[in-house]
């Protein structure tokens, strides 16, 4: 009888040390591959990118094929989930997402927030196209924004540089506030399950805007809804996967993975090591943390940055990862060069 081939990511989220430590990376499906760019260009829009199952399959699995990564991540965006509830979205180049705001409480109560769940499909059926083209030791990696950081786009119809719009309605309106934030909830939750059944192994839930928050609005925004997603997803998979990331969270991530349950966590370049390794990665599974400017800078720099994440995490159970998404100006040779220097790691 074969002996199922060990998913080294898999391992490392279900409690064991692996050297070197498995390795993807954030938005490792973009614009810095000259594939993707090609399938971006005959695709149209970003959304009939993201709705597009061959499209979405085929660049998902770009960066698996040129660098041998531990995982794929599903190609699609964090918002289709406001797409599944009746939001417009659409994505300007060179300007990003918009979408028609909801910045006052009236303008939230007449919203309806029915989601059409049918909206995912497309989704799924790429993660079922992908899983069936990965080699048995590459895991699959499915996605969704955390509530906060979704709602932060609907109320401001765009990224804002401190999200202020969303800080401000969830201050003024708590009440109009949270029904934005249930309606994710509730559509995240079936998304996250559906994803899972159609060949992802684990899910990976991004908070992006987690860190402009104060501590208690971080708990009743990014962790409380965090905590529900985890809750209502293992009510129907119990043993499933998930890492969050709370960007820049910092002395917050105790409390985070205490009450949220996540399997795992990952962390932005400014993460202080000592802290991280004592109170996080003593509990849950670590993920990070390059500084993606590093991974820009190459040479001797990107060397000893890739030195100082092994150094400060792989004595734990570490997946190594960028601080935040690879950046579209990343030349492919230093990407090459970091994963063989993590590969060459002995521990």
Not at 152 to 173: F, H, I, N
Not at 220 to 237: D, K, L
Not at 242 to 263: C, K, N, Q
Request: aromatic share 8%.
């Amino acid at each position: 009888m074969t002996r199922p081939a060990s998913k080294p990511f898999l391992d490392v989220l279900s409690g064991q040390r692996q050297v070197p430590p498995p390795l993807w990376m954030m938005r490792q499906a973009g614009r810095y591959l000259p594939e993707y760019r090609a399938v971006r260009e005959k695709a149209g829009g970003f959304l009939d990118l993201v709705y597009n199952p061959d499209f979405a399959a085929e660049v998902t699995l770009q960066p698996i094929r040129r660098f041998g990564f531990d995982a794929a991540i599903i190609f699609s965006d964090i918002l289709v989930v406001p797409h599944a509830l009746g939001r417009d979205v659409r994505f300007e180049v060179g300007e990003g997402p918009r979408l028609t705001p909801l910045d006052t409480p009236e303008k939230v109560a007449a919203e309806p927030f029915s989601a059409n769940l049918a909206t995912f499909e497309p989704v799924y059926e790429a993660l079922r196209r992908v899983r069936r083209e990965l080699a048995p030791e590459t895991a699959l990696i499915g996605f969704c924004g955390a509530p906060w950081t979704v709602a932060t786009y609907m109320v401001a119809g765009q990224g804002t540089p401190d999200q202020a719009p969303a800080r401000l309605l969830a201050y003024s309106a708590p009440e109009a506030f949270a029904k934005i934030i249930d309606a994710l909830v509730e559509t995240s939750i079936p998304y996250l399950v559906g994803q899972l059944r159609a060949g992802a192994e684990v899910l990976q839930i991004f908070d992006t805007w987690a860190g402009v928050l104060p501590p208690a609005e971080f708990a009743r925004w990014s962790i409380a809804p965090t905590r529900r997603i985890v809750e209502g997803v293992r009510a129907q998979v119990p043993d499933a996967k998930i890492i969050g990331f709370p960007r820049g969270a910092g002395a917050l991530l105790p409390a985070y993975i205490a009450e949220t349950g996540v399997d795992a966590v990952s962390i932005d370049w400014t993460a202080e090591p000592s802290l991280m390794r004592e109170r996080v990665q003593s509990r849950v599974a670590l993920q990070g943390n390059l500084d993606p400017l590093a991974l820009i800078a190459g040479g001797d720099t990107l060397d000893r940055a890739v030195d100082d994440v092994l150094a400060n995490y792989a004595g734990g159970r570490l997946i190594f990862n960028l601080g935040h998404g690879i950046l579209p100006q990343t030349p492919i040779a230093h990407v090459e060069r970091m994963v063989a220097r993590v590969r060459a790691f002995k521990g």
